[in-house]
């Protein structure tokens, strides 16, 4: 994973004198974490296939009032049932 | 049949034509029930009905899945005549025929399960789907 590297980190803390320095290092090791956190994405793939529900549209009474018919094309078709 | 048929009229000697066509006359309703590969290809779980109601390829060769593909296109056709003339969509009366066929498979033959999976049918009732009727 290649991350975004927006500070120099030794460059703030040599400028400084050395009472300073110590914080001003942990502050930059703090900026350089949240942009690290912020410039990378991570995507997790699912482990389970995705599925779509096809016959999701299909109601009920569509399916009570075809009953019959199918039933009888059954007798009508045995061939291919 | 032929067999049976053949060995009946060796034994009694009875060539007649009117035998011939009595005996064809009874073989003839057979010719529009299964075809034999498709029959050996449910009992033996190679094909399944599917909740679609199309059949599935459990296991077998490229025969039986030509075979699946040939009766798939044959019930697409019929689906969608069918479903014209009751004013419905092709997928909501495939829907429906397939609660039927699951219904109607005999023990040992193997159906799709509202989950998707392949079920064997038992002595019970098989696993469908909610709104079958």
């Known amino acids: 994973m290649k991350c975004l590297r927006l500070t120099v980190p030794a460059a703030a803390a040599t400028s400084l004198g050395m009472k300073w320095a110590g914080q001003v290092g942990s502050i930059v090791v703090l900026l350089a974490g949240s942009a690290a956190v912020a410039g990378c994405i991570s995507v997790n793939a699912p482990d389970k296939p995705i599925v779509i529900e096809l016959n999701i549209n299909i109601k009920q009474e569509v399916v009570y009032r075809l009953a019959d018919d199918v039933k009888q094309n059954i007798d009508a078709n045995p061939d291919i049932f | 049949m032929t067999l049976i048929a053949h060995t009946f009229l060796r034994r009694t000697g009875l060539l007649a034509p009117a035998v011939a066509l009595a005996f064809a006359g009874m073989a003839a309703p057979a010719l529009a029930d299964r075809d ?30 030509a075979l699946a593909d040939k009766i798939n296109i044959q019930r697409r056709a019929n689906y969608t005549q069918r479903a014209a003339s009751q004013n419905a969509t092709v997928e909501e009366y495939a829907f429906t025929q397939g609660c039927m066929l699951i219904l109607r498979t005999a023990p040992g033959e193997k159906y799709q399960a509202p989950d998707g999976s392949w079920q064997t049918r038992g002595g019970g009732a098989p696993q469908r789907d909610g709104r079958c009727p």
Request: glycine letters at 24%; aromatic letters at 6%; hydrophobic letters at 35%.
């Open chain 2, 36 to 65: 034999p590969a498709y029959a050996a290809a449910r009992a033996s779980g190679q094909v399944g009905e599917k909740t679609d109601g199309y059949l599935g390829v459990i296991g077998g060769g490229a025969d039986v899945r």
